[in-house]
């Protein structure tokens, strides 16, 4: 047990050090925005560009892995939008509470979660699972908030809104930048791997203190908030079972691929559903709540996930 709380405690007090400091204003209102920014535009993508073009094509491609993931998130997306959508609820706050129920924070705690408890081998799995939630699943949900929207656009409109976000995201241009740097053979200059290591070592950090600072500075509406509790619960419990017993039964998978399948989909929810319903303006309050419930919650579910798995 003191081993599990060796692995989590670093991760949790970070992003409780960044909620401290917001809250006694020794960091100010726009810390978070800042960091995040730096997290976004430097950090990561320095850490995705040095993943991508120091790694094996046939490494990183693991197709069950993929399916395993993208089934987990998907199915959960799907479940809850149609769910939500039975409810009347309209398409674009529906998609927002099923992009809640989904979006796993692959980017802030999964990086560094991973490489705390299975080493730099599980930074693959955790490359490809972000991936899968910034390219796929957002832009699934983009889609359908678009749709939502515009609906009398058409098809070809929507199109163009989201394949132009999702080229102008830095982290899906930077693992495209490391293919194509891999794909022509060349190694990286010291000068530039060393600029890497350091932008990259400073994501996870950054990223855990920003999630903190966003914890603090995110103030719910006042009054009651219904249906927060079923989307953490889908979040936190039906995606990881599903995605492990698809990564470990199904496909049958390496233990670190499935390892880190269990860990990426048992990861609370990140703030990119909240960021979205602030750029659309919509009521943002109930996903506001699941992403700070969700990471109180994954304190425990991710711990007795370590707890359950032979690392």
């Excluded at 535009?41 to 990183?60: D, E």
Aim: some cysteine.
């Amino acid at each position: 047990m003191s081993s599990v709380v060796n692995v989590v405690l670093p991760v949790f007090a970070m992003i409780l050090l960044g909620y401290l400091c917001r809250r006694s204003g020794r960091l100010g209102p726009t810390a978070a925005s800042e960091l995040n920014r730096f997290v976004v535009w430097l950090g990561l993508p320095a850490l995705l560009f040095k993943i991508t073009a120091t790694s094996h094509w046939a490494a990183v491609w693991q197709p069950g892995f993929v399916a395993a993931f993208s089934a987990g998130c998907l199915g959960v997306f799907a479940f809850t939008l149609l769910y939500r959508r039975l409810q009347q609820q309209p398409l674009v706050d529906a998609s927002l509470d099923a992009l809640g129920a989904a979006y796993a924070n692959t980017g802030y705690i999964g990086f560094p979660l991973c490489l705390l408890i299975l080493g730099e081998a599980a930074l693959q799995p955790a490359l490809v699972a972000t991936l899968v939630v910034v390219c796929v699943l957002f832009a699934i949900a983009l889609a359908c908030v678009e749709t939502g929207l515009h609906a009398g656009q058409g098809l070809g409109a929507t199109l163009r809104k989201v394949s132009s976000a999702l080229l102008r995201n830095p982290l899906v241009i930077a693992p495209l930048l490391g293919i194509a740097w891999a794909a022509g053979g060349l190694e990286l200059p010291a000068g530039l791997r060393t600029l890497l290591d350091l932008l990259g070592a400073a994501a996870a950090p950054c990223a855990l203190v920003s999630l903190g600072l966003f914890l603090a500075h995110t103030q719910p509406a006042r009054g009651e908030v219904t249906g927060v509790w079923p989307l953490v619960a889908l979040k936190l419990l039906v995606q990881p079972l599903l995605t492990w017993y698809l990564a470990a039964e199904v496909f049958e998978l390496e233990p670190v691929w499935v390892h880190s399948a269990l860990l990426l989909s048992a990861l609370p929810t990140g703030t990119g559903p909240y960021m979205l319903a602030e750029l659309y303006g919509r009521e943002g309050s109930r996903v506001s709540r699941v992403v700070l419930y969700s990471t109180l919650g994954s304190l425990v579910t991710l711990s007795l996930c370590l707890v359950l798995l032979p690392v």
